[in-house]
């Protein structure tokens, strides 16, 4: 799936503090099944950016086409369901729901999206479980699991429901070098096989040498790195 | 449903508080399901235990519930005596199809001793069933001081055909310390009737009478005396089961003659009467109204004004039952509304992998309503099982049979109404639910 965006500026105004706009994109685009990495420190706009692309936050202005479509020209809803059966996302908490097993976790864009029923939903859990290392795992509850495991099952709910873009937030923020290699090949092999755009939201210097393609975000502005 | 699964993942993650909540509804559905249910049932009992007694009763003046309650149900003490020739003459009225002396007076480990004669044992709710009181072994009483027992007095006193006993002066045990001379001989046991008679000991209006003629004054029922005065009005000079001493005096010459008449003629309690007809029934109960020494009731009318009172109660408890109601769904609201925060953590997850605005609002709406069902049916569980327990008792002490069944006019409601009131407690935060934005919650910086 392609990702262009046009004329793009997301501003947070908070009561009593001055606005500050944190995005100013005039014109980007990224190709359907590209693997890209975004840089920038800490505030700079990244995880703005992903949410943005993700359709939980509306920008300021502009507009944000995803395949084509105009994101926030959607209803809420249909934003909704993209985010259930066309974008995966790799949140930087991972956000796992903590009532839920791990197996159950995965399961959940399944159910939003309807696109399985309930024994192939479960079959394809178990699936992307076992393919995240975490076959042993399946009835664990996020509690229950490390931190290292709660990103492998965060990455397996983001690729549940075989999504045209991926979109991940810091994913190896809290992870030594193997557990990072390993999480990012999966992540990066597991698009390739699926022809899916994955955008990577990190500043780690050590991923760079990983994507052909590393954008930074300072300024509010994208640049090629 | 996967709204189902969620709802139920939230309440079993926090199980204090969905217990305690569970509890609070519970009980509140147990209240009105314990009250609804021992009303109808005791309702449903008094009507079977009374169906078999023809249509008017006839007794002393005085309270007419009373009357009704004493001669049919034996609970409390009888009204007083109507005088023999009253019975006599309604024997003989061309109105009346069927007319049952019943005297009282005494009783053998509180199962009341009733003189009745044999027609009491053809007694039938219609002309088409069979008779309520039927013998289960032996014969009905054919001579004074023979005696049939009800089933359940004849297991309570473990007494056997052809055992003897002697009753205890009063209708209830304890009132009067005395036992009678008269030794009672049992001749037959009768098959359960599902009515208070079968705590009840039979044997002729006779050895009732003669009891009472011979035993020592005063010997009136102590608690008759609550109506010497309302007796006293309507002409009479005795009040009670018994005779009083200056009776029992002319009663004891009537004995010495032998003559079972005079005897009748003496003293009893009540007549149940089977008029030919509706028109006869009414001409009789207006006969009486308008005279001055007995009261001819309806036992269904009667009944109903006891219904009526049995039901003011239930409205009462039923409105206790509404606050319980509304505090249960205070506490469910409370319930809910206190696990807000980490809840709308958790509804920002759903909505960040894809669930509606829609989807979230029904999770927690479910939750609530999970709560209320479930309370509901364990309130259910817990109304059905006092209510026996309490029906239970009173069928031991009274002997009126009450069972608690299935009603099904009520069941929608107490369904419904957990129903709603789970929707109630969860509008709010089903609302916030609703409006819970995604980007504050999961990423608050």
């Known amino acids: 799936m392609d990702v262009v965006l046009q004329q793009l500026r997301h501003t947070y105004a908070a009561s009593g503090l001055e606005a500050r706009t944190v995005l100013m994109i005039d014109d980007w685009q990224a190709a359907s099944g590209a693997q890209i990495l975004l840089r920038g420190v800490s505030g700079s706009g990244k995880t703005t950016l992903l949410n943005i692309l993700a359709g939980l936050l509306p920008p300021t202005t502009g507009v944000v086409r995803c395949g084509g479509q105009s994101l926030y020209a959607l209803p809420e809803n249909e934003r909704d369901r993209l985010r259930a059966t066309t974008i995966g996302y790799i949140f930087q908490m991972h956000h796992l729901a903590p009532t839920l097993s791990a197996l159950e976790n995965v399961e959940m864009p399944l159910v939003f999206g309807r696109k399985l029923n309930a024994s192939a939903r479960t079959a394809r859990a178990r699936e992307l479980l076992d393919s995240v290392g975490l076959r042993d795992f399946h009835r664990h509850r996020p509690m229950q699991l490390s931190t290292g495991q709660r990103l492998r099952v965060a990455v397996a709910r983001a690729l549940a429901a075989q999504p045209a873009l991926v979109l991940a937030d810091e994913p190896t923020a809290a992870l030594d070098a193997e557990s990072s290699h390993a999480v990012m090949d999966l992540l990066q092999e597991s698009c390739r096989r699926a022809g899916a755009t994955l955008i990577v939201a990190s500043h780690d210097p050590a991923l760079a040498t990983r994507f052909d393609h590393v954008v930074d975000l300072r300024n509010g502005g994208l640049h090629e790195g | 449903m996967y709204e189902l699964k969620l709802a139920w993942r939230n309440l079993a993650n926090r199980p204090v508080q969905t217990l305690v909540t569970l509890t609070v509804v519970a009980l509140a559905v147990a209240l009105a399901v314990t009250v609804i249910h021992l009303n109808e049932g005791l309702q449903r009992g008094i009507i079977r235990a009374s169906d078999p007694f023809g249509v008017l009763v006839v007794g002393a003046k005085g309270s007419s519930q009373q009357l009704v309650l004493s001669t049919l149900l034996l609970?409390?003490?009888?009204?007083?005596?109507?005088?023999?020739?009253?019975?006599?003459?309604?024997?003989?009225?061309?109105?009346?199809?069927?007319?049952?002396?019943?005297?009282?007076?005494?009783?053998?480990?509180?199962?009341?001793?009733?003189?009745?004669?044999?027609?009491?044992?053809?007694?039938?709710s219609s002309q088409q069933a069979a008779p309520a009181f039927q013998l289960a072994e032996g014969r009905i009483f054919e001579a004074d001081f023979e005696a049939v027992l009800g089933s359940r007095a004849a297991a309570e006193l473990g007494l056997r055909i052809g055992d003897q006993f002697r009753p205890a002066h009063g209708v209830e045990p304890g009132l009067e310390g005395d036992d009678h001379a008269e030794v009672h001989t049992v001749v037959g046991i009768l098959r359960p009737s599902a009515t208070p008679f079968d705590n009840a000991v039979f044997t002729t209006v006779n050895s009732v009478i003669t009891m009472h003629a011979k035993a020592p004054a005063p010997v009136a029922a102590v608690a008759m005396d609550d109506h010497v005065e309302e007796t006293d009005h309507a002409g009479m000079e005795v009040v009670g089961a018994a005779v009083d001493a200056e009776t029992a005096h002319h009663d004891e010459e009537a004995h010495a003659d032998g003559d079972h008449a005079h005897a009748i003629a003496g003293q009893v309690t009540a007549v149940l009467v089977a008029p030919v007809g509706f028109i006869e029934a009414n001409q009789l109960w207006r006969d009486f109204y308008t005279g001055t020494e007995a009261q001819a009731v309806f036992p269904g009318r009667e009944l109903g004004g006891l219904f009526d009172l049995l039901n003011q109660g239930q409205e009462i408890l039923i409105l206790v039952g509404y606050l319980a109601a509304v505090m249960a769904a205070l506490t469910l609201f409370l319930a809910i509304y206190s696990a807000t925060e980490s809840r709308q953590h958790l509804l920002a997850i759903l909505r960040g992998v894809g669930a509606s605005r829609r989807t979230v609002m029904l999770v927690v709406l479910v939750e609530t309503v999970l709560v209320a069902m479930i309370g509901a049916l364990l309130g259910r569980l817990l109304g059905y099982a006092v209510a026996a327990a309490i029906a239970g008792e009173i069928s031991r002490r009274s002997a009126i049979p009450v069972a608690i069944g299935w009603l099904p006019q009520v069941e929608p409601v107490l369904w419904l109404l957990p129903f709603m009131l789970g929707v109630l407690a969860g509008l709010l935060p089903a609302w916030q639910a609703y409006r819970v934005n995604v980007v504050e919650k999961l990423f608050p910086s």
């Open chain 2, 75 to 124: 609970q409390g003490l009888p009204v007083g005596n109507i005088d023999g020739h009253i019975y006599e003459e309604l024997r003989n009225d061309p109105r009346v199809a069927l007319a049952v002396p019943i005297a009282m007076g005494d009783n053998i480990g509180g199962a009341r001793i009733v003189g009745t004669d044999e027609h009491f044992f053809d007694l039938r």
